[in-house]
């Protein structure tokens, strides 16, 4: 019964953006314990036995069916989608213990684009980028070289809103690059992306 509520639930959030799927799935995962390598397996085994879209290339509800199937039982692995390039494949799948489970590649075979840890190392932030990213495009910000006239270094006073030298009060705002993962690129919805066979 359990397994069926999850396979059930898993083939309704797939229809939802990456965005929200990863959002709905970080909800649920929060007080769970790290999933070991034989919880995980023996989710995973459970979904593809009875569910056949989930045995074939349904690799998306497949890991989300194992993810909330081990969340039934007060555990969660990691969670995580990727692509390759050559040639391109897109691929959701889950992780335990450091190791990927059930699937025919080890880790590092795709480029992790989203993720739900088991272990989440920083409050989660919304969208598909990690800390990581959001770190780098901060320090861009403070030291980013001239760009339409401004000079380079630290970020002046006028620009960090504090008082200029005519005592006059300044705020303006850097841009920040648009940053585009290929996961963005390769679909504006869940739909598309995942359309390719999984391999």
């Known amino acids: ?13 797939i229809l939802l953006s990456p965005r929200r799927i990863r959002q709905v799935l970080s909800l649920v995962r929060r007080g769970a314990a790290p999933a070991t390598t034989e919880q995980a397996l ?40 990727g692509v390759r390039t050559a040639p391109f494949g897109a691929h959701a799948w889950v992780e335990a213990e450091g190791r990927p489970v059930g699937e025919p590649f080890g880790a590092g075979y795709h480029r992790t684009l989203m993720t739900v840890p088991s272990r989440p190392q920083q409050p989660d932030r919304p969208g598909l980028f990690g800390p990581a990213e959001w770190r780098r495009a901060a320090a861009w910000k403070e030291t980013s070289p001239a760009r339409n006239g401004r000079q380079s270094g630290p970020m002046p006073a006028s620009v960090s809103g504090r008082s200029s030298a005519d005592g006059s009060q300044e705020r303006r705002q850097w841009k920040i690059p648009q940053l585009v993962s290929p996961f963005r690129q390769a679909s504006t919805h869940s739909g598309r992306f995942w359309s390719r066979p999984c391999r």
């Open 42 to 81: 023996a989710a995973r085994g459970t979904v593809v036995a009875i569910s056949v879209r989930c045995a074939g290339e349904g690799c998306l509800q497949r890991s989300v069916a194992t993810a909330l199937l081990c969340r039934l039982g007060g555990a969660w692995p990691d969670w995580r989608t």
């Open 1 to 13: 019964m359990a397994a069926l509520l999850a396979v059930a639930t898993a083939r309704l959030l």
